[in-house]
């Protein structure tokens, strides 16, 4: 090939480059960066010497991202809490790792700390998870979210009943329950208030059983299983809210201080049949089939 024809080919191929992008390349040769007009309009009012003019689009372009950033963090924060979710089944120390992640792309929202710390107590990490509890309740206290406040404060009872810590404990079940109390006066239609009142009498009867006073225990055990009842009565077909009632029958029936032998029997009885005809009706669900845990129960109680 000559030098002339193999010039000229270059120069076609060099025209055939340069021509399929034309808006991209300056005069100079350099390329061109396009410059959206909502970011453009802030520069062109300095421009024009009109500071104030620029400074309110400034605020407008910043609005833009910051929401465009605060979408971009919740759906990161949703991604981590659904891996946490499944490997928290098989990983704890992997859904650890990704509920904290959670936390870092939406640390004000407080589900994301409550399930971290939820976590840590599996992983056996009852300080972590004390500290995650901390953040729950100030965030939702921050946010004015009254049920994320008592679900907090029955999980810090929990962290602190583990550690032996049972005053601490019980001063959290009892702040819980009286933000139950408001709520449902609120909402008498949402069930999820009493549910929550029952279950945090019943640690509280945990609390006072552990701490020797069984009068007491009795009495916080019968509130919650009150409650329960209720809502059992209000949805036969839950069976979660019967699966709650057999857990009151469970603790009242072991409860040995303030009770006859009768009445706990009474009370193991009733919590067994609860579950076995859940079972017949093909109901419980994995790790729900307690018959032979109350069949045990039933064979220590003394004789009459």
């Known amino acids: 090939m000559s030098t002339s024809s193999s010039a000229s080919g270059t120069c076609r191929w060099a025209r055939s480059r340069t021509c399929s992008r034309p808006s991209a390349i300056s005069s100079g040769g350099w390329p061109r960066r396009t410059i959206p007009a909502t970011t453009r309009r802030p520069w062109e009012a300095l421009g024009r010497g009109d500071t104030r003019a620029a400074e309110a689009e400034f605020e407008r372009v910043f609005a833009a991202r910051a929401n465009a950033a605060g979408r971009a963090s919740q759906q990161a924060a949703e991604a981590a809490r659904n891996v946490a979710n499944l490997a928290l089944f098989r990983d704890i120390a992997k859904a650890v790792e990704f509920y904290r992640t959670a936390t870092r792309f939406e640390p004000d929202d ?13 992983a056996g990490d009852t300080p972590g998870a ?117 857990g009151s029958c469970a603790r009242l029936g072991t409860l040995a201080s303030a009770q006859t032998v009768q009445l706990r029997r009474h009370y193991l009885l009733r919590g067994r049949a609860i579950l076995a005809e859940l079972k017949g009706r093909d109901r419980l669900q994995p790790g729900q089939d307690w018959i032979e845990w109350f069949d045990a129960q039933l064979a220590q109680l003394p004789t009459d």
């Open 110 to 122: 407080p589900q994301n700390w409550r399930l971290l710390g939820d976590a840590c107590i599996l």
């Open 130 to 246: 004390l500290v995650a509890y901390h953040q729950a309740r100030a965030g939702a206290t921050k946010a004015g979210a009254e049920w994320e406040v008592m679900a907090a404060d029955v999980s810090l009872g929990d962290g602190e009943r583990i550690c032996g810590n049972l005053a601490a404990a019980l001063d959290h079940y009892r702040h819980a329950i009286a933000l139950g109390d408001r709520l449902a006066a609120v909402s008498p239609d949402d069930p999820q208030a009493p549910r929550d009142l029952s279950v945090s009498q019943d640690r509280i009867g945990d609390v006072l059983g552990a701490q020797g006073d069984g009068p007491g225990a009795l009495a916080a055990y019968r509130q919650g299983l009150g409650i329960a009842e209720a809502l059992a009565a209000r949805d036969p077909a839950n069976t979660q809210w019967q699966m709650d009632v057999v």
